[in-house]
């Protein structure tokens, strides 16, 4: 696949065709208000809808809000509290303060999960995560920061062998992390 066929953390055009009408529709579908009997048909008809065209398989959950889209190219998964992707490396530290996954992604080798904070205390969680890193054999490098207006944002890199770790983490009222993981042979 070449560079320009991709969009930027490592999603295909195709990929992103597949997964703009699910999050669409589940969105609409988790703000409308449904019925027990609409929801369900709601989740079939978008199913149905995006699966169409035999690229992926589309599990749309109202009752939790969760979509999952699984084509040939990996899974991508998107509510609340979803679990880490069974790849992601067991050394690679968490952050401490109180997280919920949103988003994650598996597509061939690489792995990008998304996860909202509460109550973090910004410098205490950048040092929890470097140190985690170190702690766990990762080099810790390409750090770039920033504050403004309230937000705090950090990026940084681990890298350990063959397996990189790319880390966001914005401080503040939207407090996010997101990890992204790649290996390269």
Do not use: N, W
Not at 107 to 134: K, P
Not at 173 to 182: F, G, L, P, R, S
């Amino acid at each position: 696949m070449s560079s320009r066929d991709r969009f930027s953390g490592g999603m295909t055009r195709r990929g992103a065709r597949v997964l703009a009408p699910a999050l669409l529709l589940a969105l609409a579908l988790a703000l409308g208000g449904c019925g027990e009997v609409a929801e369900k048909a709601s989740e079939e008809a978008i199913e149905r809808a995006v699966e169409s065209d035999g690229s992926a398989d589309v599990d749309v959950d109202s009752d939790d809000g969760s979509v999952k889209v699984e084509t040939d190219e990996g899974t991508t998964s998107y509510g609340e509290d979803l679990d880490l992707p069974d790849a992601f490396p067991s050394d690679v530290p968490l952050p401490e303060s109180d997280f919920s996954i949103v988003s994650s992604s598996t597509q061939g080798e690489d792995l990008f999960v998304t996860m909202t904070l509460a109550d973090v205390d910004f410098d205490a969680e950048v040092t929890h995560l470097t140190s985690g890193f170190e702690e766990s054999g990762y080099t810790v490098g390409d750090r770039m920061t920033s504050k403004s207006k309230g937000q705090q944002f950090i990026m940084f890199t681990a890298k350990k062998g063959d397996v990189t770790v790319s880390v966001s983490l914005t401080g503040g009222d939207d407090a996010a992390a997101m990890y992204t993981v790649t290996t390269t042979p």
